[in-house]
């Protein structure tokens, strides 16, 4: 299929972040269509057309239409050339799907919503608790020097952005220190051209501390 290719969201969104990882990786051009989801009167009605439930991000791509971020990132995988953003093992490419589901059930909704949006607020950070076995199994399941696999895959670049809000967190950073793996692999995500390309405006240099 061709046509312009279109991204609906925020660059503050780890979930549109995933995805812009996923197409500067594969090396496609898109357009940025700025929606935030967490203005006052929510998002523009015409997005609910794209997205009814009014979460980002969506992708247009001709008469395509998609939402749901893992069926964004394996369709850019598969639509456009560029390097296979999925281990070629079959082994491998099950333990890049676990390991993408785990960051959706346990890192975004407690590294994320429960430490990184709390610490904004000056609030107690309840996920900071489960930090040590969540961080603890994501490191037993990562390969050696990538999520999955030899080299970065669509793995990598859902877990990154999620981590790296964890990581702004003093106390996350903390936390991540403790699974040298992991941190290593932070270390090694954060030179990639394509995280340093979509950083979130915290990451940037000129950036104040959260
Ligand atoms: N399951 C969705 C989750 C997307 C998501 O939760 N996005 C957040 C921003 S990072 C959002 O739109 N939140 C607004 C809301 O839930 O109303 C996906 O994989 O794309």
């Known amino acids: 299929m061709t046509g312009p290719v279109d991204l609906f969201g925020a660059e503050y969104s780890v979930y549109v972040r995933i995805c812009r990882i996923v197409l500067a ?9 700025p929606i935030d989801v967490f ?3 929510g998002p ?11 979460r980002i991000p969506s992708l247009r791509h001709g008469n395509l239409v998609l939402y749901e971020t893992d069926a964004i990132t394996a ?5 456009f050339d560029g390097p296979d953003l999925m281990p070629a093992g079959i082994q491998a490419r099950a333990r890049a799907r676990q390991i993408m589901r785990l960051a959706d059930t346990e890192i975004y909704r407690h590294l994320v919503w429960g430490v990184c949006v709390p610490s904004r607020e000056n609030a107690a950070m309840p996920g900071l608790e489960r930090a040590g076995l969540i961080l603890g199994e994501l490191q037993r399941l990562a390969g ?16 990154y952005p999620m981590l790296a809000y964890f ?9 991540l220190a403790q699974f040298d793996r992991l941190a290593q692999w932070m270390e ?3 030179e ?4 340093i390309f979509s950083r979130f405006s915290e990451e940037k240099p000129s950036a104040g501390s959260l």
């Open 25 to 33: 990786e594969k090396g496609v051009e898109y357009t940025l269509h």
């Open 39 to 41: 203005a006052s009167d």
């Open 44 to 54: 523009p009605q015409d997005y609910l057309d794209l997205n009814p439930f009014g």
């Open 75 to 79: 369709y850019i995988d598969e639509a």
């Open 144 to 159: 050696e020097n990538w999520m999955a696999g030899d080299q970065v895959s669509l793995a990598d670049a859902h877990v």
């Open 167 to 175: 990581s702004l967190v003093p106390e996350g950073a903390a936390k």
């Open 188 to 190: 090694q995500m954060r």
């Open 192 to 195: 990639l051209n394509s995280v």
